[in-house]
């Protein structure tokens, strides 16, 4: 039986420019290239799993306009159930991205549709209730993000909270999340400490929740929870060239790899943030969002090369 993951979150349409450098405030820059690609973290997140080998069930919302009639169509060429995606009337979510040659990125998301998703209703609760991991981020009302982790905790579903964007969180929400995903910018927010260093986010998050992991970039992740249990991972070694959607492909496959092993040793945890952190560079050398996501040969592909035969 694959692995089942739940999906609550957000859906855009990319509008994406490449250029030599990202521009400073009041500057204009000569963009080289450009595409329209979908993307928001909720749907990159649930095309990630289902790429990544889980049977994946999505519930957001999208306007009345093509670009959510392309959206919702995306998701479903992934392989992702949309029975949960409703349809809003007035337009879809945006997000404007610009890619430097360094693979740096900035993004200015619209919510547009993503703001609808207030609440959810009976056949919500029961997808949440079949899934082994629900997934969520900060990209829709959190009125709808706590309803859902609610029922999560309720069905023994184990909640994984990618908080992004960063934003400090109520109690509430925390105290309903088994694993929480962040970078060390969000993590400093969502701990609201003045640091970069990891191990002090870490020792500040497990105050907040039970385990937390910390994406680190090029240098992989690291991991922390309440038994004591504190590890890093290397990432593969790649020429970057769009690092876009390299954390929701993180994020997704950690679900489907926590959803498949569990945690219950540092060894299962170990191969989760490995296979994590493989679908990330495997992301990173490719363009765009979730055309960049990776399926499982590559991340497995990926994986094998780099931490076969490491302890």
């Known amino acids: ?14 509008l994406v420019v490449t250029a030599s450098r990202l521009p400073r405030p009041g500057e204009t820059v000569l963009g080289e290239n450009f595409r329209t690609v979908p993307g928001g973290k909720g749907a990159n997140q649930a095309v990630a799993a289902a790429r990544a080998g889980a049977a994946c069930d999505f519930v957001g919302a999208v306007g009345d306009d093509d670009f959510g009639t392309r ?56 997808t949440i209730a079949a899934a082994d991991v629900l997934l969520l981020q900060l990209e829709v009302p959190l009125t709808a993000v706590l309803q859902a982790a609610h029922w999560a905790r ?44 990891p191990p002090v986010l870490l020792d500040a998050l497990l105050k907040l929740v039970p385990r937390v992991v910390l994406t680190l970039g ?28 390299a954390g929701d492909a993180f994020t997704g496959a950690l679900a489907v790899s926590w959803a498949e092993r569990g945690a219950s040793s540092e060894d299962t945890v170990t191969a989760s943030l490995r296979w994590a952190c493989a679908a990330g560079a495997a992301c990173a050398q490719r363009h765009g969002a979730s055309t960049a996501l990776p399926d499982r040969p590559a991340i497995d592909a990926l994986y094998d090369a780099t931490y076969r035969g490491a302890p």
């Open 1 to 14: 039986m694959s692995a089942r993951v739940a999906v609550v979150g957000s859906s855009n349409l990319d």
């Open 71 to 126: 959206m919702r169509a995306s998701l479903v060429d992934a392989g992702v159930d949309v029975r949960g995606l409703r349809t809003a009337a007035g337009p879809s979510g945006v997000a404007l991205i610009a890619v430097d040659r360094d693979a740096e990125n900035f993004i200015l998301v619209a919510p547009g549709a993503n703001g609808t998703l207030t609440e959810l209703d009976v056949d919500d609760q029961a």
């Open 154 to 197: 309720a069905d023994g579903t184990t909640v994984v909270l990618n908080a992004a964007p960063a934003a400090a969180l109520p109690t509430a929400l925390l105290d309903l999340v088994d694993v929480l995903v962040v970078n060390e910018h969000e993590a400093a927010v969502v701990a609201e400490v003045a640091s970069d260093d």
């Open 218 to 245: 090029a240098r992989g992740a690291a991991y922390a929870d309440r038994h004591g249990l504190r590890l890093a991972v290397p990432a593969p070694q790649i020429d970057a060239v769009d690092t876009t959607a």
